[in-house]
């Protein structure tokens, strides 16, 4: 007799900690400009708009290549296709270490987000092939963490290696993308190796509790309309296209306030390294959002109260940010306004597999998140042109307080439509 928690407990413990590790790498790969333009710009001569225009280039060719990497996925496989994504992100970190003109470092951090295209959105694939819908909430919440842990270790990993500067003869910020890019590489390696597919390629489980496994998700995914495997009608899916709309405000504001936190913390006066252990203070409080509005949304009939209410609280903290002219006080709301930003971003990415799976869910899932990352390429160019224009490093907040309020308010017609579609095709199949 196969026991439901102590088989979730054992996949979980098995396959989330290594996947968080992987996205903890990612983020801080993704991430680490927010540090090494504190030196850089200097460095290349570039402005503060030139260089949040070549930082955001990874969000047009992760947008380009997101839906196809997320294919390859499906066909290939976890092992073979997150392994190659690892390896080739790792690759073009390193050389980012040797940027010597604005030109090289634009065409590298494009690269940078071809090679990590279809990570987030093929582990949330992975993980409706492994975890019934119960639990998805939770364990994206989980794996999630990783993103908060590595900005808290981000932080102060990269004031620390900006204060290497003239090691060896390497500037502080090429140390910033040496020492965040090797780490890719290895674990990369260590995927091919480690890491399996799917259940039924599993040695760690049982034949009977794959068996179980297997019944349970086709017992779930059985309701679903004909056409929630196709890849290509999950495209043009009126329910995905809204939720990427939606979701756009999301990696917006968090890509806003992320990005340009460090320079924030830096107008304080404070030192390099001090900044680094400043922003590990938000990260705390994201990841420990991350694990509760989840477990409580997963327990919940409706969602959609753990998506918008914390989402207007973080808008509501952005605001407040952007008004009081206090930095004990701005520091404190921008904490709690990047917990109300992380939060509910979990929760959204349950709804897809409600009505999404196979092809159709791996499709659905990276165009989501495709789509949506836009938001960070209009962050990280929006952002330092207000404060170009306004000549305040804290102005921006306003802007990222507004779409995220905006998304939120989106997020209520997502939810009742797919309702709708979900009440009108049970009602269909009593019908039948």
């Known amino acids: 007799m196969v026991s439901e928690r102590e088989l979730i407990s054992k996949i979980t413990w098995r396959l989330m900690p290594f996947l968080g590790i992987l996205y903890l790498i990612a983020y801080i ?50 092992r073979i296709w997150f392994a190659r994504i690892l390896v080739s992100w790792g690759i073009v970190t390193i050389a980012l270490a040797y940027t010597q003109n604005a030109t090289m470092f634009y065409i590298l951090r494009f690269l940078l987000g071809v090679c990590e295209a279809g990570f987030f959105p093929g582990v949330l694939y992975l993980l409706t092939l492994w975890f019934p819908a119960d639990y998805r909430g939770r364990m994206v919440g989980l794996f999630m963490i990783f993103s908060a842990l590595a900005n808290a270790v981000g932080a102060p990993l990269g004031g620390m290696l900006l204060d290497l500067d003239g090691l060896y003869g390497y500037a502080g910020w090429e140390w910033v993308f040496l020492a965040t890019g090797v780490p890719a590489v290895l674990a990369g390696i260590v995927t091919f190796f480690c890491l399996p597919d799917n259940p039924d390629k599993a040695s760690f489980l049982s034949t009977d509790e794959r068996s179980w496994l297997h019944n349970r998700l086709e017992s779930e995914n059985a ?170 490093t804290i102005a921006p907040m306003i802007f990222l307080a507004v779409c995220l309020a905006a998304g939120a308010l989106l997020v209520f017609v997502v939810t009742q439509l797919i309702a709708r579609k979900d009440h009108a095709h049970t009602d269909g199949a009593l019908r039948t």
């Open 29 to 78: 790969d993704r991430q680490n400009v927010s540090f090494a333009k504190l030196q850089m710009v200097g460095d290349l001569g570039m402005s503060e708009y030139a260089y949040g225009l070549g930082a955001s280039l990874f969000f047009i060719g992760y947008f380009l290549f997101e839906v196809p990497s997320n294919l390859f996925l499906n066909r290939l496989g976890a």
């Open 223 to 392: 309701g679903m309309d004909k056409n929630a495997e196709n890849g290509f009608k999950a495209l043009v899916d009126p329910r995905v296209m809204l939720m990427a709309l939606c979701y756009v405000a999301f990696p917006l504001a968090a890509y806003g306030l992320s990005y340009w936190l460090p320079t924030i913390v830096h107008g304080f006066g404070v030192t390099n390294t001090v900044n680094g252990f400043l922003n590990i203070i938000p990260w705390i409080l994201v990841a420990t959002a991350l694990y509760a509005v989840p477990a409580m949304a997963d327990k919940a009939a409706s969602k959609t109260p753990y998506i918008v209410i914390p989402a207007f609280i973080g808008a509501a903290c952005l605001l407040l940010s952007a008004l009081i002219p206090n930095n004990t006080l701005q520091f404190a709301f921008l904490c709690i306004a990047a917990a109300g930003i992380f939060a509910p971003q979990p929760v959204f990415w349950s709804l897809p597999s409600r009505f999404l799976k196979g092809a159709g869910a791996a499709a659905g899932l990276a165009a989501i998140n495709s789509v949506g990352n836009l938001g960070g390429f209009v962050a990280q160019n929006v952002v330092p042109w207000i404060k170009d224009a306004t000549g305040s």
